[in-house]
């Protein structure tokens, strides 16, 4: 199982990255560890098999054929949010400034006293020519949503006071969301050119056998 493990992800990898380059020909798709891709794949499977034990999928898998679909549309799904995150968001300079605002909002939690005169410094500059008596100088926190990649999220305590860092982890969040966009492409085909009910089978009774 170990090696044809390695052999699927190897081939899917190879086959992502056919049709990835037609659209980012710019991009650079080599690779420093090759075992990563595996571990991408094996953790996109066990996911997969997780989801699909669950209770409410019981009526489904009596349908023949249903467990294969799943796990494998499961597993296009994960594959390709995970590379088109690794190989060509991280390559965008899109995605530069998203991490500098992070880099920004991460040494802020850091250093509390530069947080305190950043915040102190927004608001004397708000507050400069301007003849409001009542000025709101706050910026209210925005509903973050999870988006299946910790790495990229940054949320910030609701209660922080901290108008510079209630920005940063406002804008931090909408630019999760326009890179979620923007790298959005399919650029995997339907996985039973690589994959075949046997392996898949295989891999769920591990899985039920553990529990």
Not at 180 to 198: H, I, R, S, T
Request: proline share 1%.
């Amino acid at each position: 199982m170990k090696v044809q493990s390695q052999i699927i992800a190897f081939n899917l990898f190879r086959e992502w990255t056919k049709n990835a380059a037609r659209e980012y020909p710019e991009h650079d798709f080599s690779i420093l560890d090759e075992t990563a891709l595996v571990d991408d794949f094996l953790s996109a499977l066990n996911k997969a098999i997780e989801s699909l034990v669950k209770e409410e999928k019981a009526e489904n898998r009596k349908v023949r054929g249903y467990d294969f679909g799943y796990i494998t549309g499961f597993i296009r799904g994960s594959l390709n949010l995970q590379w088109n995150t690794d190989y060509l968001m991280k390559q965008g300079v899109d995605y530069k400034e998203f991490t500098a605002n992070k880099a920004i909002l991460q040494y802020l939690k850091i250093d509390e006293i530069a947080a305190l005169r950043i915040n102190g410094i927004y608001e004397e500059l708000l507050k400069q020519n301007t003849n409001v008596q009542s000025l709101d100088i706050k910026i209210k926190i925005k509903e973050t949503k999870e988006y299946g990649l910790d790495e990229l999220q940054e949320n910030l305590d609701d209660k922080s006071k901290n108008h510079v860092q209630i920005y940063l982890n406002n804008m931090i969040d909408k630019q999760i969301v326009d890179l979620l966009n923007k790298y959005d492409g399919d650029y995997l085909p339907a996985l039973d050119q690589f994959v075949n009910e046997e392996y898949v089978g295989e891999s769920i009774k591990m899985v039920e056998q553990k529990k």
